[in-house]
């Protein structure tokens, strides 16, 4: 580096390179100016002085300097170098990589930028690469641990495991055997514990087992040692010693559910589906008798048994453990015992059981059975409950019942948003907020429930509140709260604004590849500490991160927002298109090369204005400036929606939908109406297709069905090549399709509804799409879903039926009513029905919907902490009254 510089220059040079390592960055570009004083076109100062700028946020002057530098030193590693890093910085990988390898090229052994290029191919997957790249460093640094370790892992990543255990016992021959030394310990001990899972993997379970007892002294983590050790002998067959491990395992934390599910398993009392027979039954609680002995205080040894025990038997275990967490007033009882639920049967016994339990302690303040006088606390536990089970079984009326008898003042916010009363269930769990104000889980329980009611003004000044700053909202994006951005999105989507659900939607999507990026320092810290399986955990996780729900959320949310806007322009977008449109080609990419400086200087004045503000707030102690929050120009999200085409960029987020979620039914429905609009037929015939394979009873996958070809079938005849290629390729599918073996749609359809006769949701798919298919049977349509029925299902003869609709599917009836069919009586017709069935919602405005409004609610007025103090709210005759920690007055309130 610096070498055709004379000797002054060529130390300046050192000085730069130095500087940049040390980040002392003012002091490499004075360096740097120099020697660009007496060699002003020197092509590796050039780049230097690029990289410098870059690590002071002056993107456009590096990019210049650097791409200069390369102009007049082609020949120069260290100047693609310095391109490369300046790609890497900005997350253009794949840039960089051709950077590094023309590097190579020039300079094909150095150690700096093969370490560099192995990095970035470990973070892109190219592991054939990855391979070929740690190969070279290993052949060049033999001597360097982290280069054998790195070449094993390289094979290991490129599903060459054997490979990789080869290079371990070749880079273990090369050691001492004393090693390893007193302060390396645990480093190689990690190396073994991940060579012994590549055993593993292999399926060489015998060699797994010897080594591991050939190493055993060497190996520190004795827990992992241990687990492992047990996992392997219960695979080869080795029950009684893979049970006496687990045993011991037990001891030292009897609450760990895995370790008592491989005990089944070594006494062959597991089952996948968890079905067993009655002899299984019996010899299972056998089993966890002697556990419960052994490990009497254990919370797991008691649950378990509750999956598997039914009847009596279940009654009397279910009893036994609800008792001692009544007592102690475990709020979270009811989520422990909720998987309960799916069971057949389970749920009448657990209502048959908590009534009798308040029964007992109602008349004789004790248990059945038991002389102990509970506290009082204990009713009031065991009616919220019972209030719990029934808003889990849909029969709201005695869930509020229940919770409101429990204690006057406990919130039912929960159970009222299950019934469909956001407003009312916002404004309780506000005053459960305002009872104590530390608590944070409350806090944001809060704030769901007021975007839950579509109050978004007033959730984001109470969520402020547990933020670093009080008053910054982008502290909550600086936080990763994806659960409040994610329910802000739909807020603003259900209220129509695009602008800022899109910027909620996206924000979630900037975190996941924040989460991608964060991957990258990693790949080189985890082979210096030798966390080997810990890393190759974490790289399996990236592979499936966009899987996770949040994400598939986000962007199903964005799609649908991009698909709205493509349906429904706004009107600034429309106008500026149609004003573009009219423009020559060269005229109009002048215009928007215009628009693109403007919004540049915009920003620059912008950040230059709030750094000028910001001055004094962000200087330390030691006087150095801190770093400063960049400027958000678009806040609210107006330049999202002003996109020229918002289909394509909708159709990245659907792909990497496809890519990560394809099992999830919503991604082939998303994709069959993005495709269908973008008259891409064969992609939309792709997704009727998967949604068939995923689940044909669906009703969404009905629709898609018959609105393909029904579109198919009024389409003209084709005419070009692409279109008869295209009708070929469909009808050499349609056989496969079994719903339409030699029949109509309108067969098809009829047959679908005889199946779900008995389905709300289906019927209404149904008649919605016998008016597609014939228009003039709107009436019987419309008949269809009239004649549904609400049937009922009450438990254990307890008060008020449990209905099976649910409050969502009749509010998509009712929007299918209005915007399908038009008909606004029989959607009034509807809404005053389903009024009668969810009689708190406020959508159906039914008899008990009165919540309150708050006549001025700021929380900039209130107390300190955002107390809301005497809150002002409306009765049902005009009057005001005050929310003063109590909720009494809202059985009174109604909407104005």
């Known amino acids: 580096m610096g ?11 050192k000085i730069i390179v130095k500087s940049y390592e040390t980040k002392q960055y003012k002091k490499g570009l004075k360096a740097a100016d120099s020697i660009l004083k007496k060699f002003p076109e020197h092509g590796e100062t050039l780049s230097m002085k690029g990289l410098t700028l870059n690590c002071m946020d002056r993107k456009t002057e590096a990019y210049e300097l650097v791409r200069r530098g390369l102009k007049n030193d082609l020949k120069s590693h260290v100047c693609w170098h310095v391109y490369g890093l300046l790609y890497r910085s900005d997350r253009e990988y794949r840039e960089a990589i051709k950077c590094y390898r023309n590097a190579l090229r020039i300079d094909p052994d150095n150690i700096e930028i093969l370490r560099d290029l192995s990095l970035l191919q470990a973070q892109m997957r190219d592991l054939s690469g990855f391979v070929e790249t740690r190969q070279q460093l290993l052949t060049l640094k033999p001597n360097h641990r982290m280069n054998w370790i790195g070449f094993a892992v390289a094979h290991h990543l490129n599903s060459n495991s054997s490979k990789a255990i080869e290079v371990l016992e070749a880079y273990e021959g090369t050691l001492e055997d004393d090693y390893p030394p007193e302060n390396e310990r645990y480093e190689h001990s990690e190396m073994l514990l991940y060579k012994i899972s590549l055993f593993e993997e292999c399926g060489m379970l015998d060699k797994a087992v010897e080594e591991m007892h050939k190493k055993e002294s060497k190996i520190v983590d004795k827990l992992s040692f241990r687990e492992q050790m047990a996992c392997i002998l219960l695979k080869l067959g080795r029950f009684e010693e893979s049970e006496k491990i ?19 398993k070594c ?8 079905q067993y027979s009655t002899d299984d039954i019996e010899r299972l609680q056998a089993l966890y008798k002697s556990l419960k002995e052994e490990y009497g205080w254990s919370s797991a040894v008691k649950r378990i048994p509750l999956d598997f025990l039914d009847g009596e038997k279940f009654q009397e275990a279910a009893d036994n453990y609800v008792r001692p967490l009544l007592t102690k007033g475990v709020p979270s009882l009811f989520s422990d015992l909720s998987p309960l639920y799916e069971h057949p049967g389970k749920a009448n016994i657990l209502e048959e059981l908590f009534l009798k339990l308040e029964d007992s302690i109602r008349t004789s303040g004790c248990f059945p059975g038991s002389s102990h006088m509970e506290p009082p606390s204990t009713l009031m536990w065991t009616m919220f409950l019972i209030s ?8 709201y009326d005695i869930a509020l019942d229940k919770i409101d008898e429990a204690i006057s003042h406990t919130p039912t916010g929960k159970i009222l948003q299950h019934a469909g009363n956001f407003p009312a269930a916002a404004a309780l769990v506000d005053e459960a907020r305002s009872m104590d104000l530390a608590d944070r889980y409350l806090n944001s329980e809060c704030v769901m429930q007021m975007l839950q009611a579509d109050q978004v003004g007033l959730a984001e000044k109470t969520a402020v509140l547990f933020t670093k700053d009080g008053d910054q909202h982008n502290n909550l994006h600086d936080m990763q709260c994806m659960w409040y951005e994610l329910a802000s999105g739909e807020s603003y989507y259900r209220q129509g604004d695009l602008g800022r659900a899109l910027k909620n939607f996206l924000a979630v999507e900037k975190h996941y590849a924040d989460m991608t990026e964060d991957q990258f320092d990693f790949h080189s810290y985890c082979l210096r500490k030798m966390t080997l399986r810990a890393y190759v955990s974490m790289l399996k996780f990236q592979d499936r991160l966009h899987a996770h729900e949040y994400f598939h959320k986000a962007a199903a949310g964005a799609i649908r927002c991009y698909m709205k806007l493509h349906d429904s322009p706004s009107k600034s977008s429309t106008e500026e298109n149609d004003e573009m449109s009219k423009l020559p080609p060269a005229q109009r990419k002048k215009l928007r090369q215009k628009q693109k400086k403007a919004e540049a200087r915009a920003k620059r004045e912008a950040e230059e204005k709030q750094e000028d503000e910001t001055t004094s707030s962000n200087t330390s102690k030691s006087g150095k400036k801190q770093n400063t929050r960049p400027v958000d120009l678009d806040p609210h999200g107006e330049k999202l929606v002003q996109i020229e085409d918002p289909l394509a960029e909708g159709t990245k987020y659907l792909k990497l939908l496809q890519n990560n979620s394809a099992d999830s039914l919503e991604t082939h429905a998303l994709s069959f109406e993005l495709n269908m609009r973008k008259q891409k037929i064969l992609l ?6 998967q949604l068939i394979k995923l689940d044909e009873s669906n009703p969404d996958s009905h629709r898609c069905l018959i609105k393909f070809f029904h579109k198919i079938n009024n389409l003209p005849s084709p005419g070009t090549d692409s279109e008869k290629l295209i009708w070929n390729v469909l009808e050499a599918e349609r056989p496969d399709l079994r719903q339409l073996h030699g029949k109509s749609l309108a067969e098809v359809n009829r047959s679908f509804l005889e199946k779900h006769n008995a389905s709300l949701i289906h019927r209404a798919a149904a008649a919605e799409m016998m008016y597609l298919l014939e228009p003039d ?18 438990g254990n003869g307890a008060p008020g039926p449990a209905r099976e609709w649910n409050i969502q599917d009749c509010i998509d009836v009712h929007k299918l009513l209005v915007t399908i069919f038009g008909d606004q009586d029989v959607a009034n017709s509807w809404k005053t029905r389903c009024a009668e069935y969810f009689p708190y919602s406020t959508y159906f405005e039914g008899s008990k919907s009165a919540t309150a409004a708050y006549s001025a609610v700021s929380l900039e007025d209130s107390s300190e902490n955002g107390v809301l103090a005497n809150v002002q709210v409306k009765t049902v005759d005009g009057k005001t009254c005050t929310l003063n920690g109590t909720v009494d007055e809202l059985c009174d309130l109604s909407i104005s």
């Open 3 to 13: 070498s055709s510089l004379p000797a002054k220059e060529a130390n300046l040079f």
């Open 388 to 395: 719990q089970h029934y808003d889990r079984r849909g029969q």
């Open 777 to 794: 049977k709107k009436l019987e349509a419309i008949k269809l879903i009239e004649d549904s029925v609400n049937n009922t299902a009450s």
């Open 246 to 264: 687990y045993r011991s395992l037990l001891f030292m934390n009897p609450d760990n559910y895995k370790y008592f599910i491989a005990i089944q």
């Open 684 to 689: 939309g015939f792709q997704a009727v297709k």
């Open 267 to 274: 006494l062959d009392m597991y089952s996948e589906n968890g």
